[in-house]
């Protein structure tokens, strides 16, 4: 439960991010956001969004505690609008190639799938969006440290940063109906039709 997700808002209620349930109990325990009721809007910082019992469905509980997840929290400083960038991270570019190989095209389960450096690290090839790809174990074992040429091997698409709205993971903010109205249309449209 604390490692799910919640929309994080700057202060004129523009979604800048998602952080873990984790992290957004601590700032509103700072007092750095409060949680948002999804339909009413409302605002509730720390003491009241604990004692009222607030309004969303999960809850964290523990010994001596006992309150709702928070789902979208809002900053109370303004928080800007940072240059969003998705993380490069092995997790995210097995999303991005949609849990499918990119030499062979089949999508065996997640943990038979590795990353492949397309120009080998050993001649050269830089570890990021440009030049990683998902692989499954044989075509991965099958190219070892060759480029695609001595290997005799294509692409099926070529390695690039995804063009996710906000920096945002498509798949994350169509799961989570509730973010859905603070969300803006394109990106609305962009993770329907991911």
């Known amino acids: 439960m604390l490692d799910s997700h919640a929309l994080v808002l700057n202060r004129s209620w523009v979604p800048i991010s998602t952080t873990t349930v984790r992290r957004a109990v601590l700032l509103m325990a700072r007092d750095v956001a409060g949680a948002v009721h999804p339909e009413t809007y409302e605002v509730a910082n720390w003491a009241a969004w604990v ?17 709702p997840v928070p789902e979208v929290i809002v900053l109370r400083q303004y928080g800007g609008f940072p240059e969003i960038q998705v993380s490069f991270t092995r997790r995210n570019v097995h999303r991005r190639d949609g849990y ?15 990353i492949d450096h397309v120009i080998p690290r050993s001649r050269g090839g830089a570890h990021g969006w440009g030049n990683c790809v998902t692989a499954c174990l044989d075509c991965n074992a099958r190219k070892a440290d060759r480029n695609l040429w001595d290997a005799r091997m294509n692409l099926l698409v070529p390695p690039s940063p ?11 903010l169509s799961a989570r109906p509730t973010w859905q109205r603070f969300l803006p249309e394109r990106w609305r449209r962009a993770a329907v039709s991911s």
């Open 162 to 172: 995804p063009d996710w709205p906000g920096g945002m993971d498509p798949d994350l």
């Open 100 to 114: 499918r190989c990119m030499y062979c095209g089949k999508r065996p389960h997640p943990d038979l799938l590795t």
């Open 51 to 67: 004692l009222r019992g607030s309004f969303q469905a999960g809850r964290l509980r523990g010994i001596g505690f006992d309150f």
